[in-house]
């Protein structure tokens, strides 16, 4: 009778012994599994510096590649039928001005559901864009619209866009905007360029 009593006690205990592994070992999941979720989610909290978006080439762009030269962002879309067509013919003028001297053009399509590479490829073509010095760009939509607000401080929506052209410090700060359909503000646009162009480069 003793002897079975003591079986029941003992069978009782690694009920409970196991029980308590088991949990314990689920908290420790569940701790671990908050922790990966406050890692994964960091990145969209974090206000962007950099951005990485696909170029018409089909290559990725980082923006990084950038640092410690000027360049000039833009924004538009291919389907645009007038605005974004004169738009891009100015900032031709302005590559065939600067590109060779060491300022980078950046076109960002704010319709990437359309704008495939190929389709971006398609239209820098029609522009005669030299892919060395004038960038075509699309990615997902959502990334842009951050890019756009957490970057250059304008807003992005689809085939909706700021007008301006922004110009990049070596630093990477915004140095200004400039309206590409105000020949008065193009004019500035090109003194600034010079002006960039004619400082020397931080140690």
């Not at 206000?47 to 538009?76: M, N, Y």
């Not at 190929?118 to 890019?147: C, N, V």
């Not at 140095?175 to 140690?203: C, H, N, T, V």
Request: glycine share 6%; proline share 5%.
């Amino acid at each position: 009778m003793k002897s079975k009593s003591l079986m029941f006690w003992l069978a009782l205990l690694f009920v409970f012994a196991g029980t308590m592994i088991v949990w314990a070992a689920f908290r420790r999941r569940g701790q671990s599994g908050s922790q990966v979720a406050t890692t994964v989610s960091l990145p969209d909290s974090t206000p962007l510096v950099d951005f990485i978006l696909t170029e018409r080439s089909g290559q990725k762009f980082s923006s990084s590649s950038l640092a410690g030269k000027g360049w000039v962002a833009s924004f538009f879309f291919t389907s645009c039928p007038q605005e974004c067509w004169q738009q891009n013919l100015q900032i031709k003028d302005l590559v065939d001005a600067y590109g060779e001297k060491g300022i980078t053009f950046v076109s960002i399509t704010c319709d990437p559901e359309r704008d495939t590479p190929l389709k971006l490829a398609e239209y820098a073509d029609r522009l005669s864009a030299p892919e060395k010095h004038w960038l075509f760009l699309t990615g997902p939509l959502p990334y842009i619209q951050r890019l756009g607000e957490e970057i250059f401080k304008v807003s992005v929506s689809p085939t909706t866009h700021s007008k301006k052209l922004i110009l990049i410090e070596r630093t990477g700060d915004v140095r200004g905007y400039f309206s590409w359909s105000d020949p008065a503000q193009i004019q500035l646009f090109r003194q600034e360029l010079d002006k960039m162009l004619a400082a020397e480069p931080s140690a």
